[in-house]
């Protein structure tokens, strides 16, 4: 008995050890992000406004992964500056260094947005507003529903595609499949080494353990 629970502590520490091994060079990479946001997030002396990526600070249950991904899109890609003018000093500093594609939200000003949510159509196919899903802190509460309030998450796009009752919303499902009220439709399935929602707490979360 003390044999095997010997070997079962041990298979835990070792598959602990390669899922620390395998988030913190997801992290450190930053494999997925742009060119500019690689940069700024690489050199944080020369950027000491940057708090990090949208990406970071929002995190959502496994199980709605897929449909977050979809319906920020690039925007997950997005650096938060501490304000306006820390953004602006980013930018100018990232042009000067020739950094890249990179985007920033400035988070004072996005976290006194008054965002006027629309009440939710009754559908039996609606999951949640994606806004609601997102777990982030209060600061960042305005931001979150900026980006995800007209996002549906629903049971499966093809079988409600057609519904009037969803004229004027964005609709995705969780498998990633998403149409826009602008018409634009895509699809967004990946592997775990792609995901960018998440990796930062994941990789705490192990180390906690």
């Known amino acids: 008995m003390i044999v095997e629970e010997k070997h079962s502590l041990s298979a835990l520490i070792n598959s ?13 990479s930053r494999e997925g992000l742009p060119e500019g946001t690689r940069y700024v997030l690489e050199n944080p002396k020369k950027f000491p406004g940057i708090l990090g990526t949208v990406a970071d600070m929002f995190q959502v249950d496994e199980e709605y992964r897929d ?9 997950s890609h997005c650096l938060i500056a501490k304000d306006k003018v820390s953004a ?38 609606i999951k949640a507003r994606a806004s609601d899903l997102v777990k982030t802190s209060k600061q960042l509460r305005p931001l979150a529903d900026y980006l995800l309030g007209n996002l549906l998450v629903v049971d499966d796009l093809g079988s409600i595609i057609d519904s009037t009752d969803l004229v004027g919303w964005n609709l995705v499902d969780q498998t990633g499949a998403y149409s826009g009220q602008n018409l634009i439709m895509k699809n967004r399935k990946v592997t775990e080494d792609r995901y960018i929602i998440g990796r930062q707490k994941k990789l705490e979360l192990i180390n906690s353990d």
């Open 16 to 28: 602990l050890k390669r899922q620390h091994d395998f988030y913190t060079e997801l992290v450190e």
């Open 67 to 75: 449909a977050l991904e979809s319906g920020l899109g690039e925007l």
């Open 88 to 125: 602006i000093m980013a930018l100018e500093q990232s042009n000067k260094d020739q950094a890249g594609d990179l985007t920033i939200i400035p988070l004072k000003e996005a976290s006194s947005l008054k965002i006027s949510l629309d009440e939710l159509p009754s559908s039996s196919n």
